[in-house]
């Protein structure tokens, strides 16, 4: 069974930059699309951003487009997201999780009930 794990998380400065990694155990990325998704207190999971197992495809949300970036090294079974010129409302406990869905696999839509394994997140705190 695929086990994800995720790490980088803490705390930035408005305007600073982040990276997270999510890396997988138990079984081979490349046959997933990986999803980032948070959760800020109090409010409902969002996602961030989706790419397709090859990494051909990636989609992000609006909010974040331009700022983050989604890649992959499935010879790695890693997969990072690099967040920058982050807000106060990119303050959230940041989450990847993996499906084998074929929309999500081949053009990277990827959506919250769809994904089949999660990880347990990492706390993204964006204050001065």
């Known amino acids: 069974q695929l086990q994800l794990v995720e790490s980088g998380g803490g705390l930035v400065q408005p305007g600073g930059s982040l990276g997270l990694s999510c890396v997988a155990s138990?079984?081979?990325?490349?046959?997933?699309?990986i999803a980032w998704f948070r959760q800020a207190p109090g409010k409902e999971r969002e996602g961030v951003g989706c790419?397709?197992?090859?990494?051909?495809?990636?989609n992000y949300r609006a909010s974040v487009e331009g700022r983050f970036t989604i890649s992959r090294d499935n010879a790695k079974n890693t997969v990072t997201l690099q967040m920058n010129s982050v807000n106060p409302e990119d303050s959230a406990v940041y989450y990847c999780?993996?499906?084998?869905?074929?929309?999500?696999?081949?053009?990277?839509?990827?959506w919250g009930s769809g994904m089949n394994y999660w990880g347990k997140g990492t706390l993204v705190t964006v204050s001065s």
């Open positions: 999780a993996a499906s084998s869905d074929p929309a999500s696999t081949d053009k990277a839509i990827c």
């Open positions: 790419i397709s197992s090859s990494g051909a495809s990636i």
């Open positions: 138990g079984g081979t990325l490349y046959q997933y699309a």
